[in-house]
């Protein structure tokens, strides 16, 4: 799997996290990233949803890891977004204007 670890690490996660997050064990990750051994269809499906990407990227028949019809997006921005989406609406307005206040500090 070529670009497993550097997906799982674009997203802040362990191999024992990303392990729990898809039910199996962190040496099953482990053996994943170093092509000990493959996961099969389902679970290669399972690892590109958590870590937001493709299988074609996880497997590296593509460099790109953001998934069609979202070019752009990195993986830390998709988990963004999702942890956005998660919030109260309240919670959403206050990092909108965190967001503005810190990008007008960068001009």
Do not use: W
């Amino acid at each position: 799997m070529k670009h497993l670890k550097a997906a799982r690490l674009s997203m802040g996660l362990s191999q024992q996290k990303l392990a729990e997050r898809i039910g199996f064990s962190q040496q099953t990750i482990y053996q994943y990233e170093n092509g000990i051994t493959q996961p099969d269809l389902s679970t290669l499906k399972k690892l590109a949803d958590c870590l937001h990407t493709t299988t074609d990227y996880l497997t590296g028949y593509s460099d790109l890891p953001c998934p069609p019809g979202n070019p752009g997006f990195t993986s830390e921005e998709y988990q963004l977004l999702q942890r956005l989406r998660q919030l109260s609406p309240e919670s959403r307005q206050a990092i909108c204007i965190l967001v503005e206040e810190l990008s007008g500090r960068e001009d």
